[in-house]
């Protein structure tokens, strides 16, 4: 192998990445140099080595604060069309709350967040931290709350392109609006989502120019291989069936978000709560079941309905999950139903013809799973 075309290759990379001030990839950059080159050029690697020692990172590399938007030099991109803002905007500076994440999900972050710590390292031995993922689930399991989490937990800002809104930007203008969004970007060390990718393919059912949308995927596969270590890209997407086989590839990372399993829900479910916790203690267990297979979001929509009817009326807490119950029956499996109905039967002095009434399930049935229990006051009574 001759050596002098890889140095060439080598030093327009660097050139690149100092022209474009990308002065914490220079520096990973560098550090993957020294190790490349030790052995083929140990007196370049030593000098290169020495550069690097003579001036650390500043605040722990890519860890460093960052803050652009208010810089007049670089305006946030917007739709020359509607003036509408591309690129929404969150800095969070280390501060907001964990979102509930499953322990596997919790491994994946933790590791993306330690590579980043410890980038140098990494680099040390040629490696790279991740520099993509792409997220995957259903609407309202925190895709976006976890890309906003992750972002401030980096001590970076985050970009959110809603593609969504740049697929409406007019047509013909949607390649343009992409690129001034990315290039934006890239001006420095960010968090950048690309929320609802598949929006992109979505509008292959409409009569669009097939070849425009073609060009966007290019843009965005071009985006994600060149994308800085210095920054994460991530992508969001409920429709991972529509994505392009030649962009799932390119991602480092693919992160799967299911909808919460019954442990999750509990949490959720206490933690939405909030300050009414202690009002609905007792029917924890029975919130859990009634809300499985939903999403965190349209638990928390759920759980702040009830809230707010218990604030505002004289209802107790007991005809709000009666309620709450009667308008969820219908959507549960069978199974779910005779749960709630036995939980009913053996947590609460309700009579079976009440409960069979809320819960849709016969008194036959409830008669049959609670059998061998104490019958309760008012089935004595009946
Ligand atoms: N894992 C989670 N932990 C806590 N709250 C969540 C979680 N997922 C969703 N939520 C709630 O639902 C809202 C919408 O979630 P979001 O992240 O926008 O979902 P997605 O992007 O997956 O559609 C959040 O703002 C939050 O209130
Ligand atoms: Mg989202």
Redesign the pocket.
Known sequence: MDDSIEIDDDLAQLARLAVNEQTEDVRLFVARLVRKYRSIKPGLAEQMDQYLRSKPARGGSVMRKTIRTEDPSHPMPVDNESRMSLLKVFHDDFGTVQ???SPELEDSFSQIIQERKQSERLASLGLLPTRSAIFV?K????????ARWLASKLGLPLYVLDLTTVMSSLLGKTGSNLRSALDFSKQGPCVLLLDEIDAIAKKRNDDTDIGELKRLVTVILQEVDEWPPSGLLLA?TNHPELIDPALWRRFDLVIE?KLPALNQIKE?VTQFLGPDLSVFKHWLDILVLIFSGE???DI?RSIQRFRRTLALSDASDSDVIIELVKSKALTLEHQQRIDVAVLLANKTKLSQHKISEITGVSRDTIRKYTDGKAPSKERQEK
């Open positions: 979102p509930l994440l689930g609407p309202g399991v925190g895709k976006t709350l976890t969001a978000f959720a999403s965190f979001s928390e």
